[in-house]
């Protein structure tokens, strides 16, 4: 028996781990009848922007066929993680001829699995980053403002609060937001200072103009589902098995990439 063990163990080829994939989840039936219209007031600025901004690239991934073999061998608990089928598309399984009667189990770690949607609401005024004004109460005639960023800002978004291993959290998070509100998402976004836009607000006599310039991001909340997976060999045959499964609820922002929310006020005095 010992030597049927080593002889397994030897031709089976696992490489090393680290795993996200997506096997894509219907959003629930709210955000299916939500649409997401962008108001009239946020401009896209990506060809205006200083600053280029990295296209965020979602983390879709395809199972290889020994991938989704395994994948629907974990029965009531699905798997969505990228990086975990990043891991079992990099894995080869080799069973020797003299297999009969071998058991084995390998602890492939504690994964967060998959993440359910429950919320997807936009902010189109996340976070300020720019204040242009006019001071136009001695001028006689109406005075332009236009938009220009000042300072460069950068504007991070994040889970709302800390959770086991958070960066694959925050790629399927994106992934469900993406899905449902068609925007372009990024946890990361600059503005670049001299960044400008050529529509103009008027600004009467005996008044002050404040153009206010806002980052939007979208508020994602669900569960995660987390748990312990072991990837077990019996009779030939292999298989994923989840243990010790957990749920928690999680939410996060996150800023709509080369995305501005203008909010314009003229007046006696200054907001």
Request: aromatic share 10%; glycine share 6%; net charge neutral.
């Amino acid at each position: 028996m010992k030597r049927f063990i080593a002889i397994a163990i030897i031709c089976l080829i696992i490489n090393p781990f680290t795993v996200l994939a997506a096997n894509e989840e219907k959003p629930n039936d709210n955000q299916d009848t939500k649409v997401f219209e962008v108001p009239n007031s946020v401009l896209n600025i990506a060809k205006d922007n200083t600053f280029t901004n990295p296209t965020q690239e979602l983390p879709y991934l395809q199972p290889s066929e020994l991938a989704q073999k395994l994948i629907e061998t974990s029965e009531k608990v699905s798997i969505e993680n990228p990086d975990l089928v990043k891991i079992l598309n990099e894995s080869a399984i080799q069973y020797p001829k003299l297999a009969i009667g071998f058991r084995a189990s390998v602890y492939l770690g504690e994964w967060p699995l998959s993440y359910v949607s429950e919320s997807t609401e936009v902010n189109w005024e996340y976070q300020k980053v720019n204040t242009n004004y006019f001071d136009n109460r001695g001028g006689t005639a109406v005075q332009k403002l236009t938009y220009n960023q000042e300072q460069q800002k950068k504007i991070s978004g994040g889970l709302t609060a800390k959770i086991p291993n958070s960066e694959a959290v925050q790629k399927m998070m994106m992934i469900k937001a993406a899905e449902v509100t068609k925007l372009p998402l990024a946890f990361d976004t600059v503005i670049g200072q001299g960044t400008k836009k050529a529509q103009t607000y008027n600004i009467s006599p005996k008044q002050v103009g404040y153009l206010y310039s806002f980052v939007p991001a979208v508020h994602e909340a669900g569960k995660v589902t987390y748990g312990e997976v072991y990837l077990t060999f019996k009779g030939g045959k292999s298989k994923l098995e989840v243990r010790n499964v957990t749920q928690q609820g999680i939410g996060a922002w996150i800023p709509i990439q080369d995305h501005l929310s203008f909010t314009f006020m003229a007046g006696n005095q200054p907001r």
